[in-house]
C-alpha cells in the first residue's frame, strides 16, 4: 500500500498532481513525512490512541478477580500444576520461537506483524511463570509490578495471535484455496511447520494459558492492543521512508530485495 502510494513517484523524483515538490531532492523520510496521506495515518493513529485510553482503557488489573487467585490458581490444575504448566509451555513457546527466527530471520524480519506479535507472545509466556510463582508464594496484599506487566502483556498477545491468525489464514493464505480443498491452478501450498507454528499454533498456546488461568479479560485493560496497533503503524511509515533510498536504487539497477 505504502509502495503504491509514494515509492514509485519518490523513485522517479516527479511530483504527482495536485503536490508540488522543492528543487532540492530532501531525504524521503523527511519528504515523506508531510504527504497528506501520512498525516491522515498520524491522526488515525492519534484517534487510535484516544480510543484506546476513553473507550477501553490502559488498566493492569485483574479485578473482581484477586490478582493472586488470578495466577496462582486454576479450575483443572492444583496451583502448583499450574506452575509446572506454566514453565512447560514457557519452555515449549519460547524453543519453537527461536528455531522459527533461524529459520527466517533476514534483514526485514521486524517488519512484519506476525514477528512483532510473536516477540510479545513470547515475552508474554515466559514471565506468566513467575508471575504464577510470585501468586503462591507471595504474602503481601497489593499487586507486585510482575502482575501488572503480565496483564498488560496478556491484554496485547491474546488479540494479536488472534488478529494474525486471522488475516494469515483469510489474506495471505486463504485457508479454502489451500491445495487439499481446491483444486485450482492457484491453489495455495500448505505451509510448513514454523510457519503454521507462527500463524496458528501459537494463537492455541496462548489460548490454552488464559484458559488454564483465571485472569479477567477486561475492555478497561484492553487499550493497549490500541497502542500496540498504532506502535506497528507507526514502525511500518517510519520503516518505509527510511528504506525507500535503498529500494530505489535496487529498483533502478534492477535488483530485486529478498523476501522472506
Not at 507507526?234 to 535496487?250: D, I, K, P, Y
Request: negative net charge; glycine residues 6%; aromatic residues 16%.
Amino acid at each position: 500500500l505504502l509502495e503504491s502510494a509514494s515509492g514509485a513517484a519518490e523513485c522517479a523524483g516527479t511530483a504527482r498532481p495536485g503536490i508540488s515538490r522543492p528543487a532540492a531532492r530532501a531525504h524521503p523520510l523527511a519528504a515523506g513525512m508531510f504527504e497528506p496521506w501520512t498525516l491522515m495515518i498520524a491522526g488515525l493513529i492519534a484517534i487510535g490512541l484516544l480510543m484506546g485510553a476513553f473507550c477501553f482503557g490502559y488498566g493492569m488489573t485483574t479485578a473482581p478477580v484477586a490478582w493472586k487467585d488470578a495466577f496462582g490458581t486454576s479450575a483443572c490444575l492444583s496451583p502448583q500444576g499450574l506452575l509446572i504448566f506454566n514453565v512447560i509451555h514457557a519452555l515449549v513457546f519460547v524453543t519453537l520461537t527461536i528455531l522459527y527466527t533461524f529459520d527466517n530471520v533476514d534483514d526485514e524480519f521486524f517488519f512484519y506483524l506476525t514477528h512483532w506479535s510473536l516477540y510479545v507472545e513470547m515475552v508474554y509466556v515466559s514471565i506468566l511463570p513467575l508471575a504464577t510463582w510470585t501468586a503462591i508464594n507471595s504474602d503481601v496484599v497489593q499487586r507486585p509490578e510482575i502482575i501488572g506487566i503480565t496483564v498488560l502483556l496478556f491484554h496485547i498477545a491474546l488479540p494479536a495471535s488472534i488478529l494474525v491468525f486471522g488475516l494469515y489464514w483469510t489474506l495471505d493464505v486463504p485457508v479454502w484455496r489451500l491445495c487439499p480443498f481446491y483444486d485450482g491452478e492457484d491453489c495455495k501450498e500448505v505451509p510448513e511447520f514454523f510457519s503454521f507454528f507462527a500463524h496458528a499454533f501459537n494463537m492455541v498456546m496462548i489460548i490454552v494459558a488464559y484458559l488454564f488461568t483465571r485472569v479477567p479479560f477486561h475492555f478497561s485493560n484492553s487499550g493497549w492492543i490500541f497502542a500496540y496497533g498504532c506502535a506497528y503503524v507507526s514502525w511500518t511509515v517510519f520503516h518505509f521512508f527510511s528504506t525507500l533510498a535503498s529500494r530505489c536504487t535496487m529498483r533502478s539497477t534492477g535488483r530485486s530485495r529478498p523476501h522472506p
